[in-house]
């Protein structure tokens, strides 16, 4: 680092005394184009005549960065006119003019005052002009020209990305791209090598390589193996200058991580597996693991198991877990200890998906023997049959023997077995079983016709461990015996025209059996020997277990005979075979000329003179009708509503009492009898409700039965207001109660005019104005009175 400083530097200097020396060289002359010429000799003597310009310049060039003590000199201006006396000024006006750049406006030098840097403006455009000094008269027309900043090497070069992250799959080829990586540089690419960028690899050799021009990062080494090192950290460098010495430098990391292929076959960390199960256990149960290991991962890792050989191919089976990638062995049937005693597997693990690129890498798969030890387990009975069919005939005495039933203990041991029915598949308890040999017999008769099967249970235990039991299911069929006689197959009842023509058939029968279809059909009819020769009908056997009867007479009369009964005998096919006799009730009935039946009664005779049938039915209706109605109507005529509450025209209340002398008062009881106030009807304690009917007669309780005439107004109006609020019977309205006391103890007293001695007009009102505000209606009555009185 300290020589690239001192190159930088030497650089620097070496720009500045070249930029001064040819900006020395290229001033501005201001003179007329004819007036002066520049001589110059060209190739082999030849002269060269060059017409003078009043402007000649070219661009100025600056140094970007440069830190030296004095402002740099950018170049100076020179008019031809300019005679060195002071007179003439130059001007600088444009881009960074009297900020950057600044003039002396006697000798024209142009000087930068600030460090430029050409990354931020590359170049700056100015007007330069020849004034007078004293009357700023534009001497020459202005002028413009170009200060470029020059480019020197100080931007490192830097990447896009501080840091990169690739993956490429393992085991790739040499030189197989992994990743491109970018770095840019601030300075001008036009000019020198200072953004011409060349890339390095710093660290991650010998794994991987950089093209220096490009920045593509590239695998140097094959077979790089994932298992073994899954990532990289590579470092890469960017320098300008073409790489030499003194240029700058950037760099980034990458982080390269190789990808998984299926490079890898599974393999079983042991040749044998030593697994165990009892024979107890059920098909479907696990009973142990196995794993392969394979060292790839995803996909590239599946590991499928199954069982190619050995002697318990057809008793376990094997299932993979892909979650933990193990071969889960189960139980596929029953075992046996007695039987067998151990089993041998041959198990393969092998890979789901195979890369053809690296089959020669195979087999990918491996093997492995698995082991199986069948434990003893203290099992239960077992019976010869998984279930059993008997037969027995039915009404067989009771005894009978059904069948037989036997189980084992598989143990070696060989338990004794004791047997025993499951009451709840024999609740009518139609059977027993010995315990000791299982033998089943009848308890009572059975009947095929009440069910034809019967399904039990039998319980077979060890007699030692009554904990080990096994059930079996029983099917005993109950054979049929021809016990039922056929009948008819329904409630039949025939109806015979009375003018039916010999021979005519008008029922066809069947019969029914309970019996089973062996001791059933065909059945066959006939009428009883005694009355084969019957007059009136006769029986033809259809041979399809149905019958006809016909008329073997014309002529049949109901006012003679209207119901007629033919026994029929009804024979099955039955070994022996059984037979019953049914009535078939036939009934003369009228019919019309077609045959239709028209009545089948007898009073139909006695009657169609008359009405009918119906027609009578349908006047007692009317009959019964019009009875309701007259009733009903006089119901309620009885129920017609009373006034609510009777007052009987003896009511003292509605009289009016008239007498002439005055009352003595309220201390007078003489002068009015109190007991014209009660109610004639209230004297027992009961006032009748005419509203409703009362639920319950009110009976007045003894304590609240008025007094006699001499009692105290004070106790009969509590008697009243008891009698009132207890009264159950009393009307839900309101009535009037009334009463003739007015209360003592007033401090206005009374204004009964019972308890005046004297007339109206020996009364003084006028204590009435000192009663208040409410006695003010009652004072001004009376006081206007009295006050009137005077005024006349």
């Known amino acids: 680092m300290k020589e690239d400083h001192c190159l930088h530097a030497a650089l620097l200097c070496l720009g500045v005394l070249c930029c001064s020396q040819a900006l020395g060289t290229e001033r501005l002359n201001h003179s007329r184009p004819s007036l002066h010429g520049h001589h110059e000799k060209g190739k082999e003597g030849q002269v060269l005549h060059r017409s003078k310009r009043g402007w000649v310049w070219n661009?100025?060039?600056?140094?970007?960065?440069?830190?030296?003590?004095?402002?740099?000199?950018?170049?100076?201006?020179?008019s031809d006119i300019d005679s060195g006396d002071g007179n003439i000024k130059y001007i600088l006006s444009g881009e960074g003019a009297g900020i950057i750049f600044v003039i002396d406006d006697k000798s024209g030098n142009i000087h930068a005052t600030k460090t430029l840097d050409r990354e931020e403006r590359a170049q700056y455009t100015l007007t330069a002009q020849a004034v007078d000094r004293n009357t700023n008269r534009p001497l020459e027309p202005p002028s413009e020209f170009i200060v470029k900043v020059?480019?020197?090497?100080?931007?490192?070069?830097?990447?896009?990305?501080?840091?990169?992250?690739?993956?490429?799959?393992?085991?790739?080829?040499?030189?197989?791209?992994?990743?491109?990586?970018?770095?840019?540089d601030a300075d001008d690419p036009t000019y020198g090598n200072s953004a011409k960028l060349v890339y390095s690899i710093l660290?991650?050799?010998?794994?991987?390589?950089?093209?220096?021009?490009?920045?593509?990062?590239?695998?140097?080494?094959?077979?790089?193996?994932?298992?073994?090192?899954?990532?990289?950290?590579?470092?890469?460098?960017?320098?300008?200058?073409?790489?030499?010495?003194?240029?700058?430098?950037?760099?980034?990391?990458?982080?390269?991580?190789?990808?998984?292929?299926?490079?890898?076959?599974?393999?079983?960390?042991?040749?044998?597996?030593?697994?165990?199960?009892?024979?107890?256990?059920v098909p479907g149960e696990e009973v142990g693991r196995v794993k392969a290991k394979d060292p790839d991962i995803g996909e590239n890792g599946l590991v499928a198991y199954s069982i190619i050989d050995g002697d318990g191919m057809d008793m376990f089976e094997i299932t993979t877990d892909y979650e933990t990638q193990e071969g889960v062995v189960k139980l596929k049937k029953t075992l046996d200890y007695e039987t067998k005693k151990s089993y041998s597997l041959k198990v393969e693990a092998a890979n789901v998906h195979i890369d053809p690129k690296f089959i020669s890498n195979g087999p990918f798969k491996d093997t492995v023997t698995v082991k199986i030890v069948v434990e003893d387990a203290d099992e239960p009975p077992v019976f010869l049959k998984p279930s059993y069919i008997f037969e027995v005939q039915e009404n067989a005495a009771s005894g009978t023997v059904v069948g037989k039933v036997h189980a084992k203990d598989p143990d070696a041991a060989n338990s004794a077995i004791r047997y025993s029915i499951d009451r709840h598949t024999d609740l009518e308890r139609y059977f027993f079983i010995n315990?000791?040999?299982?033998?089943?017999?009848?308890?009572?008769?059975?009947?095929?016709?009440?069910?034809?099967?019967?399904?039990?249970s039998v319980f077979a235990v060890e007699v030692h461990k009554q904990h080990q039991e096994a059930k079996v299911p029983i099917a005993i069929k109950v054979v049929d015996i021809n016990d039922n006689a056929p009948k008819f197959a329904a409630a039949y009842e025939a109806f015979v025209c009375e003018n039916a023509r010999s021979n005519q058939q008008f029922i066809t029968i069947s019969a029914?059996?309970?019996?089973?279809?062996?001791?059933?059909?065909?059945?066959?009819?006939?009428?009883?020997?005694?009355?084969?020769?019957?007059?009136?009908?006769?029986?033809?056997?259809?041979?399809?277990?149905?019958?006809?009867?016909?008329?073997?007479?014309?002529?049949?009369?109901?006012?003679?005979?209207?119901?007629?009964?033919?026994?029929?005998?009804?024979?099955?096919?039955?070994?022996?075979?059984?037979?019953?006799t049914n009535t078939l009730t036939i009934r003369v009935c009228g019919c019309d000329s077609g045959g239709s039946l028209l009545s089948c009664n007898a009073e139909a005779y006695v009657l169609n003179a008359g009405l009918s049938t119906g027609a009578l039915i349908a006047i007692l209706a009317c009959i019964v009708i019009l009875l309701v109605i007259v009733v009903l109507f006089v119901t309620l005529k009885r129920q017609k509503k009373e006034p609510l509450i009777v007052f009987e025209e003896e009511d003292v209340r509605e009289n009016i009492i008239t007498y002439d002398d005055e009352g003595g008062g309220e201390e007078d009881t003489e002068a009015f009898d109190i007991a014209t106030l009660q109610n004639p009807d209230g004297i027992n304690g009961f006032i009748p409700r005419k509203d409703i009917k009362p639920e319950y007669q009110y009976l007045p309780r003894p304590g609240l039965r008025p007094a006699p005439n001499s009692v105290d107004v004070d106790d009969f109006i509590n008697t009243r207001i008891q009698e009132a609020d207890n009264d159950p019977t009393a009307p839900p309205y309101d009535s009037i109660q009334i009463y003739g006391y007015e209360g003592r103890g007033s401090v206005a007293g009374s204004l009964s005019s019972l308890e005046s001695a004297t007339t109206d007009s020996d009364l003084d009102y006028d204590y009435l104005q000192n009663w208040g505000p409410r006695f003010k209606k009652l004072a001004d009555l009376y006081g206007s009175k009295d006050t009137f009185d005077d005024d006349s």
């Open 435 to 456: 315990a000791e040999d299982g033998n089943i017999k009848t308890i009572k008769a059975l009947d095929r016709e009440e069910m034809a099967w019967h399904n039990i």
């Open 203 to 281: 660290e991650g050799q010998p794994y991987f390589s950089v093209e220096a021009q490009t920045g593509i990062i590239r695998t140097a080494l094959p077979n790089m193996d994932r298992e073994a090192k899954e990532e990289y950290h590579v470092v890469i460098q960017a320098k300008d200058m073409g790489g030499h010495m003194g240029g700058l430098s950037g760099t980034t990391k990458v982080t390269i991580t190789l990808t998984d292929v299926n490079d890898n076959p599974p393999k079983f960390p042991q040749s044998v597996y030593q697994m165990s199960v009892s024979e107890a256990a």
């Open 59 to 78: 661009q100025f060039f600056v140094i970007e960065e440069y830190t030296g003590p004095d402002p740099v000199l950018v170049g100076r201006l020179h």
């Open 512 to 580: 029914d059996d309970k019996d089973d279809s062996a001791n059933g059909p065909r059945f066959i009819f006939s009428l009883p020997p005694e009355i084969i020769h019957n007059p009136n009908f006769t029986l033809r056997d259809n041979r399809d277990n149905t019958a006809s009867v016909l008329v073997r007479r014309e002529g049949f009369s109901r006012q003679k005979q209207d119901l007629y009964l033919l026994p029929i005998v009804i024979s099955d096919g039955g070994v022996p075979p059984l037979s019953s």
């Open 150 to 184: 020059q480019d020197i090497n100080d931007n490192p070069p830097e990447f896009l990305h501080e840091n990169y992250h690739a993956n490429v799959p393992e085991r790739s080829n040499v030189g197989t791209s992994v990743i491109q990586v970018t770095a840019s």
